[in-house]
């Protein structure tokens, strides 16, 4: 079994944390190749990125650290949350050698995310795990925007910008721009304009097996941004194409938890009581009343 080690370039929790991973790992007598800008931190023999080929990779950092992974390898993550918010990783720092323990054992499940392909005027870009967004470059501006499906026309309009997301991405900058949470299990894409001056133009979720199209309409400076990682420069006129990629995205997990996650980083005020908040937990122990005032 070899292993990957990547961290977010800062000293600190990071550092600590992946200085022990590294430790644990080489007392076991186990391969691990850490990246090279990241092994200066540690002050170990570093890899570059395209010399890596392990069979788990294990992140130090945030889902930025994660998506930055994704752009150059392959390989099963298991990412170690040094971050803020961590949705894709699935470990605290303090229990980062007890889940490598259980990684040891065999005791955990692998976690598959689908990918989105991106092609632009016929050359495929790298695969975007979150989404791929198209903005104008200049504040304030907006682009005329020409969106179809499976080569059909849905709808013409000038918006800020355009997020094409994948489940996963869906409680990133889509759910900022008024997009669903969709759980990852579902295969299809979310596609939502950002702030688009057109009252009934609204986001919408699309099957896997569809084509996206998107072209630009006006000739405004604007760019294509994948995964918040890779930044394209694109033109009136270009056509930029999505579909589902033929790679998934692999996980490390200790049990579901997709649904739990939710709860703890969007509602943290009902994390000890299970999903019941205290009115709610009062409510439920009381005795309902009818109308005259009877139990």
């Given at each position: 079994?070899?292993?990957?080690?990547?961290?977010?370039?800062?000293?600190?929790?990071?550092?600590?944390t992946?200085?022990?991973?590294?430790?644990?790992?080489?007392a076991?007598g186990?391969?691990?190749?850490?990246?090279?800008?990241?092994?200066?931190?540690?002050g170990?023999?570093?890899?570059?990125?395209?010399?890596?080929?392990?069979?788990?990779?294990?992140?130090?950092?945030?889902?930025?650290?994660?998506l930055?992974?994704?752009?150059?390898?392959?390989g099963?993550?298991?990412?170690?949350?040094a971050?803020?918010?961590?949705?894709?990783?699935?470990?605290?720092?303090?229990?980062?050698?007890?889940g490598?323990?259980?990684?040891l054992?065999?005791?955990?499940?692998?976690?598959?995310?689908?990918?989105?392909?991106?092609?632009?005027?016929?050359?495929?870009?790298?695969?975007a795990?979150?989404?791929?967004?198209i903005?104008?470059?200049?504040?304030?501006?907006?682009?005329?925007?020409?969106?179809?499906?499976?080569?059909i026309?849905?709808?013409l309009?000038?918006?800020?910008?355009?997020?094409v997301s994948?489940?996963?991405?869906s409680?990133?900058?889509?759910?900022?721009?008024?997009g669903?949470?969709?759980?990852p299990r579902?295969?299809?894409?979310?596609i939502?304009?950002i702030?688009?001056?057109?009252?009934?133009?609204?986001?919408?979720?699309?099957?896997?097996?569809?084509?996206?199209?998107?072209?630009?309409?006006?000739?405004?400076?604007?760019?294509?941004?994948?995964?918040?990682?890779?930044?394209?420069?694109?033109s009136?006129?270009?056509?930029?194409?999505?579909?589902?990629s033929?790679?998934?995205?692999k996980?490390?997990?200790?049990k579901?938890?997709?649904?739990?996650l939710?709860?703890?980083q969007?509602y943290?005020?009902?994390?000890?009581?299970?999903g019941?908040?205290?009115?709610?937990?009062?409510?439920?122990?009381?005795?309902?009343?009818?109308?005259?005032?009877?139990?």
């Amino acid at each position: 079994m070899k292993f990957a080690l990547i961290g977010k370039l800062e000293r600190g929790l990071v550092t600590k944390t992946a200085q022990k991973v590294y430790e644990f790992l080489k007392a076991k007598g186990l391969e691990i190749q850490v990246e090279e800008e990241f092994a200066k931190y540690l002050g170990v023999p570093g890899v570059h990125w395209k010399q890596i080929n392990a069979d788990i990779i294990i992140t130090v950092g945030g889902d930025g650290t994660i998506l930055k992974t994704l752009e150059a390898l392959d390989g099963k993550i298991f990412g170690i949350n040094a971050g803020r918010y961590g949705f894709l990783t699935e470990v605290m720092p303090e229990d980062a050698i007890t889940g490598l323990e259980r990684v040891l054992r065999n005791d955990y499940f692998v976690e598959e995310r689908h990918k989105l392909g991106v092609t632009l005027n016929g050359t495929r870009l790298y695969d975007a795990l979150n989404e791929a967004v198209i903005h104008t470059s200049v504040i304030a501006k907006m682009q005329m925007f020409d969106l179809r499906v499976d080569g059909i026309e849905v709808d013409l309009f000038r918006a800020d910008g355009m997020i094409v997301s994948t489940p996963t991405g869906s409680t990133g900058y889509s759910m900022s721009a008024g997009g669903p949470l969709v759980d990852p299990r579902v295969h299809g894409f979310i596609i939502v304009p950002i702030a688009p001056f057109k009252l009934n133009t609204r986001a919408l979720l699309v099957p896997n097996e569809a084509k996206i199209e998107i072209r630009l309409m006006e000739a405004k400076p604007s760019v294509m941004v994948l995964d918040g990682q890779y930044e394209k420069v694109v033109s009136e006129g270009d056509r930029i194409l999505f579909t589902a990629s033929e790679k998934v995205a692999k996980f490390i997990r200790f049990k579901p938890s997709y649904y739990d996650l939710l709860r703890k980083q969007f509602y943290p005020e009902r994390r000890d009581r299970g999903g019941v908040g205290e009115d709610e937990g009062k409510r439920f122990q009381e005795p309902r009343e009818d109308s005259d005032g009877k139990p």
